[in-house]
């Protein structure tokens, strides 16, 4: 009698699916390594390991344990650690970051501040001083409007430049006579 209990309490805890905890992964943009396993929040004493460096990192390296059969049937939580992720492009997933019920949480760690940034940073602002560019101000606001030499900064993908009359005064030039300011 006691062989056949031990065998149905073998049989009951067998048959209970495993509960798990999902994979953690840590993105540094500062220190971090796409070469690295990303399991590590910091760097590790021995070289060769620590946080991942950026977004596809994370994401290839899911792709990658999920092709081998080792991503955890809980998924996987993806950690930014504070810092500036700049983008040059978007972050793109496909059908094939589709774990199916496994989820995967991008998320700031610990709330820390994480700027996913897909700009440009934009310095050397300085005063208006073209006479024609003054003339179209509202003198109130004449000695705080800032212009910075684009293409001084590599700057020359503006984008589609378009007209955009939010006045109730008439049509106002196409946006490309305001090249001056941007070609200053």
Do not use: C, H
């Not at 396993?37 to 977004?55: F, M």
């Amino acid at each position: 009698m006691m062989r056949r209990l031990m065998l149905l309490a073998a049989v009951l805890v067998l048959s209970v699916p495993a509960i798990g905890k999902p994979l953690t992964l840590y993105v540094a943009p500062s220190v971090g390594n796409d070469s690295w396993t990303g399991t590590r929040q910091n760097v590790a004493a021995k070289p060769g390991d620590g946080p991942l460096a950026t977004l596809e990192g994370a994401r290839d390296r899911l792709r990658s344990l999920a092709a081998t059969g080792n991503l955890p049937v809980d998924g996987a939580v993806v950690n930014l650690m504070a810092g500036d992720y700049r983008r040059n492009s978007a972050f793109v997933l496909t059908s094939a970051d589709d774990f199916g019920a496994r989820p995967v949480i991008y998320q700031a760690y610990n709330q820390q501040t994480v700027r996913i940034d897909g700009g440009q940073a934009i310095g050397g602002w300085f005063p208006v001083t073209d006479p024609a560019i003054l003339a179209r101000l509202d003198p109130s606001a004449r000695s705080v409007v800032r212009v910075a030499n684009l293409k001084a900064q590599d700057i020359d993908n503006y984008g589609d430049l378009a007209s955009r009359d939010f006045s109730t005064g008439g049509p106002y030039p196409p946006a490309s006579s305001y090249s001056a300011v941007i070609d200053r």
